[in-house]
């Protein structure tokens, strides 16, 4: 029974959809709300919104300052609210209480974060070679931005394309997910308390073929920030060969954990359990690849098989529960289909591989010990809670093992070796290293992989410019007539 109707935010106003779609409780199995599905004419709508206040007043003169000041207010506002959008993503999309909770109410510091970094990203002035002349270099917002993010930790995954984009004035058309879209549209609310002028934030949803493909080919947009997969990410640069945008692109992982025999392994355990069965495994940094020194590696495996049998699965409303339902039906077939796969090609199920008893897309944690580095298990993204483990003797081997694969956006140290720590930190391709902890982020800290795990990063200080062009102002500071017009300066 859907008992909920959301609508997209566009140019200031909440829009009667013409067109919507059930969106289904992952715990139970069905629908329990009406989403809007925007059309190609509704992305025109939010567009033309977004490059209209670009080009007016007050956004176009706002000072930095203010707009910084509504960045902070959004940022207290979503903390305030954390508590009714985590049971909306919860609601929408499995993902359990006790992490939505937390994960929006530190979210509310990254807007507080780009805030207070709005006025001191600064320009330059040039020191030029030629007399008479005075050059500064300015800072100024790149235009329409188009920012698509998936259904896991949205609010987190837009607050690093809408705080740097916001702080450097440019304004934004959001596109949700399709699959659980209903805590974004319901932070749109909060975005008009704010009091962020019309058209600067528009927050919509749909289908890729129409609507996500509008959006990122559209003329008017000078700017994609797109997270999920590779294969979404390709459509994507093909629509951006239509309007030349400039693209960042947050795309998925095969991360390793390596697990070195000097390591405490009851800490790394905990971090292997978070790394990968935390969220349900549904996290672009989930850490699905186990390398582990082959000297502990039984008594490792050991540990976590116990702790995984152990973790609590449920209600993901319930805030003692541990692991909720996986997003999407499709993804569930997905994750089966591979482990049948990756078991009769020989890997050795050491726990899981089941689905729990009861309604929803549940899927039990599962450890699958790989033996060897090709079973499908080991190379594709499941994006769900299976841990495959492959064995080393040696740093070489654990080093050439981590890198791999084409991804390369996290992974895990675990050693007592600080030395052998810098060496593998050093060595290792993956944007993100994690010593002696793991899927620990901060607004201050820029984010990003390698390879198939795309390019350009989030967060951090210099976030801010990817979201602004230079400009370059030379002033002539003499008297004199400009001298032989045929010979350039």
């Given at each position: 029974?859907?008992?909920?109707?959301?609508?997209?935010?566009?140019?200031?106003?909440?829009?009667?959809?013409?067109?919507?779609?059930?969106s289904v409780d992952p715990s139970t199995g069905t629908a329990w709300a009406r989403m809007p599905a925007a059309s190609e004419a509704d992305v025109d709508h939010a567009v033309e919104a977004a490059h209209r206040a670009l080009r007016s007043d007050p956004w176009r003169r706002m000072t930095a300052t203010a707009r910084g000041k509504l960045l902070v207010k959004l940022g207290d506002l979503v903390a305030a609210n954390a508590g009714r959008l985590a049971e909306l993503e919860t609601r929408d999309t499995g993902k359990i209480i006790r992490e939505t909770r937390a994960q929006i109410a530190y979210v509310g510091d990254y807007y507080r974060y780009y805030g207070g970094l709005a006025d001191k990203h600064e320009g330059a002035h040039v020191p030029i070679d030629k007399p008479d002349l005075d050059v500064t270099i300015r800072r100024e917002?790149?235009?329409?931005?188009?920012?698509?993010?998936?259904?896991?930790?949205?609010?987190?995954?837009?607050?690093?394309?809408?705080?740097?984009?916001?702080?450097?004035?440019?304004?934004?058309?959001?596109?949700?997910?399709?699959?659980?879209?209903?805590?974004?549209?319901?932070?749109?609310?909060?975005?008009?308390?704010?009091?962020?002028?019309?058209?600067?934030?528009?927050?919509l949803t749909g289908?890729?073929?129409?609507?996500?493909?509008?959006?990122?080919?559209?003329?008017?947009?000078?700017?994609?920030?797109?997270?999920?997969?590779?294969?979404?990410?390709?459509?994507?640069v093909k629509n951006t060969a239509e309007n030349l945008a400039y693209t960042t692109l947050e795309l998925g992982g095969k991360s390793p954990v390596v697990v070195f025999a000097?390591?405490?392994?009851?800490?790394?355990?905990?971090?292997?359990?978070?790394?990968?069965?935390?969220a349900t495994g549904q996290s672009c940094v989930a850490g699905s690849r186990l390398l582990v020194e082959r000297s502990v590696k039984d008594e490792f495996l050991t540990r976590l098989k116990r702790k995984a049998e152990a973790i609590r699965i449920g209600d993901p409303q319930d805030p003692a529960t541990e692991m909720g339902p996986l997003a999407t039906l499709r993804q569930r077939d997905w994750i089966e289909k591979v482990v049948a796969e990756s078991i009769a090609r020989g890997g050795m199920l050491i726990t899981?591989?089941?689905?729990?008893?009861?309604?929803?897309?549940?899927?039990?944690?599962?450890?699958?010990?790989?033996?060897?580095?090709d079973l499908p298990c080991v190379?594709?993204?499941?994006?769900?809670?299976?841990?495959?483990?492959?064995?080393?003797?040696?740093?070489?081997?654990?080093?050439?093992?981590?890198?791999?694969?084409?991804?390369?956006?996290?992974?895990?140290?675990?050693?007592?070796?600080?030395?052998?720590?810098?060496?593998?930190a050093r060595d290792i391709h993956a944007g993100v290293v994690w010593v002696n902890t793991y899927r620990v982020v901060s607004p201050l800290v820029p984010f990003g992989g390698y390879g198939l795990s795309g390019f350009g990063r989030e967060g951090g200080l210099d976030a801010i410019r990817d979201y602004t062009r230079s400009k370059s102002v030379w002033i002539n500071t003499s008297d004199e007539p400009i001298p032989d017009p045929f010979v350039m300066r």
């Open positions: 029974m859907t008992d909920a109707l959301f609508r997209n935010f566009i140019d200031g106003r909440f829009d009667e959809p013409s067109a919507t779609f059930d917002p790149i235009g329409v931005v188009a920012a698509v993010v998936p259904w896991n930790s949205q609010l987190f995954l837009s607050a690093v394309k809408l705080g740097p984009a916001l702080a450097a004035g440019c304004t934004i058309v959001l596109k949700a997910s399709e699959d659980g879209p209903a805590p974004l549209l319901a932070f749109a609310e909060l975005v008009q308390e704010a009091g962020f002028p019309p058209g600067v934030v528009n927050i289908f890729g073929h129409d609507c996500g493909r509008r959006l990122t080919s559209h003329p008017l947009v000078s700017r994609v920030a797109f997270t999920g997969g590779p294969s979404t990410a390709r459509a994507i000097d390591a405490d392994l009851d800490s790394a355990a905990n971090a292997v359990v978070a790394g990968i069965f935390a899981g591989g089941t689905r729990p008893a009861g309604s929803g897309f549940y899927y039990a944690p599962t450890i699958i010990d790989a033996g060897g580095s190379r594709e993204e499941l994006f769900g809670p299976v841990l495959s483990v492959l064995a080393f003797d040696t740093e070489a081997q654990a080093l050439a093992l981590a890198n791999d694969t084409p991804f390369g956006l996290a992974s895990g140290i675990f050693t007592s070796n600080l030395a052998r720590a810098h060496r593998m």
